[in-house]
């Protein structure tokens, strides 16, 4: 069975600093992965996905098949990236349907 | 388009009382999912339909809940009777076919049930 697993409930960094927010997966076959964001009262979005292997707002995500993981990585955090960020799996069996993790909750100290 | 549209978007209710909540998908999107957000659960997936048809309801908790697409615009989740343990934010999202994953989420019904 698929899962997803971000271990860290809460996270919280410096402004300046680097982060990294940890997702760790589950699934025989091809995933596609995802990381998605909710700003305070917002709704969620999707910040970036492994295939389209590009930079947003500064955040990267690197698909390590071997590790299974797809942390998300900030080399200088902003106040503005407080946020809760969910991982998401998505698997070609259930077009659509994506499997996420708990969440991690960023707090960016100035 | 204006996005996903959910209404209410606060709820109070008493314990016992019926909810109903509601989502307006994207138009020509054909896929709609209703999650549940609580900061004890994450978010959850309860249900998810493709053109209409509720393909897994395995996330639904109970009987009480229920929920329904009677047209490609229009579903609603309902909850009867509604319990304190059901106080969560409650989110639509909707995506549309051609090899993309990108669900595009409504701003959610925060539901307080007393």
């Known amino acids: 069975a698929q899962r997803v697993t971000q271990p860290e409930k809460l996270l919280s960094v410096f402004k300046g600093a680097p982060v990294e927010l940890k997702c760790n997966y589950s699934?025989?076959?091809?995933?596609?992965l995802f990381w998605y964001v909710q700003y305070s009262r917002q709704r969620l979005q999707l910040l970036l996905r492994h295939i389209s292997r590009e930079s947003i707002k500064g955040f990267t995500a690197d698909l390590n098949k071997g590790e299974t993981s797809f942390h998300l990585k900030k080399p200088f955090a902003q106040e503005e990236d407080s946020a809760m960020y969910y991982c998401?799996?998505?698997?070609?069996?259930?077009?659509?349907?994506?499997?996420f993790g708990r969440g991690t909750q960023l707090t960016v100290w100035p | 388009d204006a996005g996903v549209i959910q209404s209410p978007r606060h709820e109070v209710t008493e314990m016992g009382q019926e909810v109903t909540l509601r989502c307006k998908p994207i138009?020509?999107?054909?896929?709609l999912f209703w999650y549940r957000q609580t900061m004890m659960r994450g978010l959850e997936l309860l249900i998810y339909?493709?053109?209409?048809?509720?393909?897994?309801d395995s996330g639904m908790p109970e009987d009480r809940f229920s929920a329904k697409m009677p047209n490609a615009s229009f579903s609603t989740l309902k909850i009867q009777p509604s319990e304190p343990r059901d106080s969560a934010v409650y989110f639509c999202a909707s995506l549309g076919t051609g090899g993309s994953y990108e669900q595009y989420f409504g701003p959610g019904t925060r539901l307080t049930v007393t």
């Open positions: 138009s020509g999107h054909d896929y």
């Open positions: 699934y025989s076959g091809s995933p596609e």
């Open positions: 998401a799996l998505g698997r070609g069996s259930t077009l659509g349907r994506l499997y």
């Open positions: 339909f493709n053109n209409n048809v509720p393909i897994d």
